[in-house]
C-alpha cells in the first residue's frame, strides 16, 4: 500500500506491504467500562468475548485506500481506529483506520462480521516513535453521515505497547507487513448502522491530524 509519511523533513511517498491484519478488540483501559458494554451487546444477542482484549485475523485484502467500500445490506458502520504498521524501512508506523463491520450479524458472530467487510486506512503515517510521548493525548474522533459519532483520546484504549507485547509474547514492536488495529472509543448515542463516515487521529502537540473519509455503498441482500 501507498502511504504518504510525514516527519521532521517533510513528506515522502513510501510504499508498505500489509499482508496480515489483527484487530484487537475490547481493549479499553477501563475495566468496569469494557464489561458494562459487553453487559450491553449481551442483552442484544452479542456473545461476551473469551477474554479481554481479543484478538481478531481478518483477511489483508480487506484493507483498502478507496474512498468508496461495497457492503451488503444497510446494517454495517465503521469505527474510528488508530493503526500500527510495520515497516521494515521506517520502523513502526501509525495510521488512522476504520474497523467497518456488519452490526446485524455481530449477534451471530463478531468475527465474522468483522471479516464481511473492507478496513479503510488513510493515506497519511507518523512514525510511532514521534508520537509516543504524547500517544495518550492524540485526539481520536470520527463523524457519520454529517453528525458527531466518537469523540475521545487514545487514553481511552490500552497502550500500543502491552497490546504488542499481549499478542506477540512479549515482543515490543508489530512486524514489518503487520498491521495492528488498536481498538476504538464508544460511540456518541450507541453503535448504529451509516453510510458515510470520516475519521481523524489529530496530534494537538504539532497541530497535525491523519484523516480518513469514505462512503459505504449497499448492495442488495437478495435469496
Not at 468483522?114 to 503515517?125: E, N, S, T
Not at 451509516?194 to 473519509?213: E, I, P, V, W
Request: contains cysteine; negative net charge; charged residues 25%.
Amino acid at each position: 500500500m501507498r502511504f504518504r509519511l510525514h516527519h521532521a523533513d517533510g513528506v515522502e511517498d513510501i510504499e508498505v506491504p500489509v499482508s496480515v491484519i489483527v484487530i484487537a478488540g475490547w481493549s479499553g483501559r477501563d475495566e468496569a467500562a469494557v464489561q458494562e458494554h459487553i453487559d450491553e451487546l449481551k442483552e442484544i444477542g452479542v456473545a461476551p468475548p473469551s477474554q479481554t482484549p481479543l484478538y481478531y485475523r481478518v483477511g489483508a485484502s480487506l484493507a483498502t485506500q478507496a474512498g468508496r467500500i461495497q457492503v451488503l445490506g444497510e446494517g454495517s458502520s465503521g469505527e474510528a481506529e488508530a493503526v500500527l504498521i510495520g515497516s521494515a524501512r521506517h520502523g513502526m508506523l501509525v495510521a488512522v483506520g476504520s474497523d467497518h463491520t456488519d452490526r446485524d450479524f455481530e449477534a451471530q458472530s463478531v468475527a465474522v462480521s468483522k471479516q464481511m467487510c473492507p478496513k479503510p486506512l488513510g493515506r497519511d503515517v507518523w512514525r510511532y516513535d514521534d508520537v509516543a510521548e504524547r500517544w495518550d493525548a492524540l485526539r481520536l474522533e470520527s463523524d457519520m453521515d454529517g453528525g458527531p459519532y466518537q469523540r475521545g483520546t487514545m487514553a481511552a484504549v490500552r497502550e500500543p505497547v502491552e497490546l504488542i507485547a499481549d499478542y506477540f509474547h512479549g515482543y515490543k514492536a508489530v512486524p514489518p507487513e503487520f498491521a495492528m488495529f488498536l481498538g476504538t472509543i464508544p460511540a456518541l448515542g450507541g453503535v448504529r448502522p451509516g453510510r458515510n463516515f470520516s475519521a481523524r487521529l489529530a496530534d494537538d502537540g504539532t497541530g497535525r491530524a491523519l484523516t480518513l473519509d469514505y462512503e459505504a455503498v449497499t448492495l442488495p441482500i437478495v435469496s
